[in-house]
């Protein structure tokens, strides 16, 4: 039985100065969670939002809080994140010495956890940990480099998810693979067919400019239907 696709609207796409407005649109197009980008300028040169920010947007909806932290002080950052309240945290395992202790630390807050890998991470750092998490998030940009124009989707994108959804399935794991980084309407399909369960979407999808987030939401779900392992 095929999973139900998650979509996870990046929050930092949305209109930074009316972040409430934003949030009330995604929700009146009836997405339930936020993709949530924690950024320390230093992992990464971008910093779209502050942890007073998130707070605050915590406050105004019930959305899920799907957090990504990209960061090189993890323990802080996990920290400020089981605090607020959130529902996943996914890490990066580029930026920590010890993942177990992180992995466990958010389990035992209720929180789901996962595991965020840069673009040329080869998937065998997840050999023992696979079990113990419930997603993997893939780059396919290179982290933070979004707003980069000229930064294309890696050309190994569609191999790196036939792979790991190979190695999940092997293992008989419910674990979801996300994907982030150009999930454009036009990769969409493949991505899906590859065996991606997780969207996050950004500027090349429910975020296309000169649209209403309504039509795009359209368009992404026409995009969805072009799959061969559809699920909505």
């Known amino acids: 039985m095929e999973k139900k696709i998650i979509l996870s609207p990046s929050l930092m796409c949305g ?3 009316n972040l409430e407005g934003s949030i009330q649109e995604l929700e009146s197009i009836g997405m339930d969670s936020l993709h949530i980008d924690v950024i320390d ?3 990464s040169p971008s910093m779209p939002l502050g942890i007073e920010t998130i707070k605050r947007i915590r406050e105004i909806t019930s959305m899920n809080f799907d957090v990504h932290i990209m960061a090189k002080d993890n323990d802080f950052f ?3 994140m089981l605090k607020i309240g959130v529902e996943s945290i996914t890490f990066h395992y580029e930026t920590s010495l010890h993942i177990d202790r992180y992995i466990q630390l958010i389990k ?6 996962g595991i ?6 080869p998937l065998n750092v997840l050999q023992y940990i696979l079990p ?6 893939l780059m396919l940009i290179n982290p933070g480099f979004a707003t980069n124009k000229s930064e294309k989707q890696i050309s190994y994108a569609l191999k790196k998810i036939t792979d790991l959804c190979q190695l999940v399935n092997e293992k008989e794991l ?6 982030d980084g150009r999930v454009s309407l036009e990769m969409i399909p493949g991505l899906l067919d590859a065996g991606a369960t997780n969207l996050v979407l950004g500027s090349t999808s429910l975020f296309l400019k000169g649209n209403t987030l309504a039509e795009n939401q359209k368009l992404l779900y026409q995009a969805m239907k072009q799959s061969v392992r559809k699920n909505q």
């Open 15 to 17: 209109d930074l100065a």
């Open 41 to 43: 300028g230093s992992f």
């Open 78 to 80: 996990i920290g400020e």
């Open 108 to 113: 035992n807050s209720g929180t789901k956890v």
């Open 116 to 121: 965020a890998l840069n673009p040329a991470t």
């Open 132 to 137: 113990e998490i419930d997603r993997i998030c």
């Open 174 to 179: 419910a674990v979801d693979i996300q994907v």
